[in-house]
């Protein structure tokens, strides 16, 4: 493994530094005092916390005249090869030796100056079998291979391996992709860097069985994974327990009117979103004990209650005003109505424009992959979750100012109606997930939320950068005035993918 590590050192200078080539072997491996953090996490780490050690390698740095500076007596820290097991005659042989043979040392920082392996074995004596474990330290253990002083290890991540990859949950979103860009009329997806994060633009609000601009809504989404999986068996299909996301969801002005040819087949509009913004918040949490199994929230919420806005009346959604509706009596504006636009003397309300505010999800998931089998990556993946779905859709009354203009308002006015969660079936939220990681990866999935049915499917058409995306959702229930019956899209995908 040193080996290794060298040779990858070398490669770096030589390629960082064209006259490095006049250097011979020893000087670079001498100078080789610190690793890319980013091959870093892959090795065994840990914090030294033992005070008296702490002193012992705080001064073996300053006897070697490193910059005082430089050196932090609390945060030293041990690289080392990973183990090697020992076999079972050599166990036979001496019961009192552990399964694995003692840690070989890579570096050894003390604060920002560090000690490459040639230094520790010369200048620190016996400290490097007390650190790697190969001596106990102070005598307060007879077993041999044992780190028996005061320490934090650090948990190494695993790298993706190719089996790994094609057991990616979500091809479109691969996570061992350096870079990706992706995008449809559903979606726009971008990675860029191993930062983490990931960014993405959706029309519609799927959760809830509303896709594309039936919802009247889009969303900006940032998501970003916050802790590593060290669940030895899983970590290759689920390398994080946690991804949380955070984002916001703007009004759709578009899609009340179907005029243009290219759309003239999809039903208009009927939704709005909330006009001050929603704030969005999501999470996926894996139990740490059992990481198939989980619990997902996904919550959605008005920034701020605009109870009376000026608008454009083209970019909204409306359906009829009815009898009954109209400003209430003690307010306002029906002192001053004379000011306001009126119908045939009966109301002022002259429009009803229905508002998507307040919803969110709460489910419990469980991930599966058939034909799971050694050196051999399952291509059958599903994911089913259960749980609660909620949504809030309220009326606001269009009426119009002769001095302003067109307003929308939902206080005030009486006749207007709330619709949320009132049967079983409102709650209830079904999924199941299906994917296909062979080298055709089909994506399928049936969603019942908010008494909807959306069905989704995902087929290659080009190698790995076009797909063909269809959504379809059928109401289980009467609609409500602010619904379709049935809508079905379908959109390609370009993805454009750098590992």
């Not at 190494?156 to 990616?168: H, L, Q, T």
């Not at 029309?203 to 970003?224: A, H, M, R």
């Not at 424009?353 to 599966?368: D, E, M, R």
């Amino acid at each position: 493994m040193k080996k290794i590590l060298i040779f990858l050192a070398i490669v770096t200078i030589l390629t960082d530094n064209n006259t490095v080539y006049a250097q011979n072997v020893d000087q670079v491996i001498n100078n080789i005092t610190s690793i890319d953090p980013k091959i870093k996490k892959y090795f065994p780490r840990w914090r030294i916390c033992e005070k008296d050690l702490q002193a012992q390698i705080y001064q073996a740095f300053l006897v070697m005249r490193y910059d005082e500076k430089e050196l932090d007596i609390n945060n030293i820290e041990v690289l080392a090869a990973p183990q090697v097991k020992r076999s079972d005659d050599e166990r036979k042989k001496d019961p009192s030796l552990v399964e694995a043979q003692p840690y070989q040392l890579l570096l050894l920082s003390c604060g920002r100056a560090s000690m490459n392996s040639v230094q520790i074995s010369s200048k620190l004596g016996d400290i490097e079998f007390y650190l790697s474990g190969e001596m106990p330290y102070g005598g307060k253990t007879k077993s041999v291979n044992v780190r028996d002083y005061c320490l934090v290890d650090i948990a190494p991540e695993v790298p993706f391996s190719r089996a790994s990859s094609e057991a990616i949950i979500n091809f479109l979103e691969p996570t061992d992709a350096t870079h990706l860009l992706s995008f449809s009329l559903f979606e726009q997806v971008l990675k860029f860097g191993e930062t983490g994060f990931w960014f993405r633009s959706v029309v519609g609000n799927d959760e809830l069985g509303y896709p594309f601009w039936t919802s009247g809504e889009s969303k900006l989404i940032i998501k970003k994974p916050l802790y590593v999986n060290d669940d030895i068996k899983t970590i290759k299909r689920i390398p994080y327990l946690i991804n949380f996301s955070i984002g916001a969801a703007y009004r759709l002005t578009t899609g009340t009117e179907t005029n243009s040819p290219v759309f003239d087949w999809i039903p208009a509009r009927k939704l709005n979103s909330h006009p001050a913004g929603k704030l969005i918040v999501g999470f996926d949490f894996h139990l740490p004990m059992q990481p198939l199994f989980g619990i997902s929230f996904n919550a959605s919420i008005p920034i701020q209650d605009k109870k009376d806005e000026i608008i454009k009346e083209n970019t909204y959604a409306f359906m009829p005003s009815r009898t009954g509706v109209d400003f209430n009596a003690s307010d306002e504006r029906f002192r001053h109505k004379d000011i306001y636009l009126d119908i045939n003397n009966n109301t002022h309300i002259l429009k009803i424009a229905p508002v998507l505010k307040s919803s969110g999800q709460v489910t419990l998931f469980y991930n599966v992959w058939l034909n799971d089998k050694p050196n051999k990556p399952a291509e059958n993946y599903f994911r089913f979750e259960a749980g609660i779905s909620y949504l809030e859709v309220a009326e606001y009354g269009q009426f119009y100012n002769m001095s302003t203009g067109n307003h929308i308002s939902d206080y005030g006015i009486d006749g207007l109606r709330l619709y949320k969660n009132n049967e079983f079936g409102d709650w209830l939220f079904l999924k199941v997930d299906f994917k296909n990681n062979a080298t055709w990866p089909l994506g399928l999935s049936l969603q019942i939320s908010n008494q909807t049915l959306l069905g989704r499917a995902v087929i290659p058409l080009i190698g790995n950068w076009l797909y063909l995306e269809g959504k379809f959702s059928s109401l289980m229930r009467p609609e409500r005035p602010y619904e379709s019956k049935s809508f079905y899209m379908i959109s390609p995908i370009v993805k454009l993918t750098i590992k």
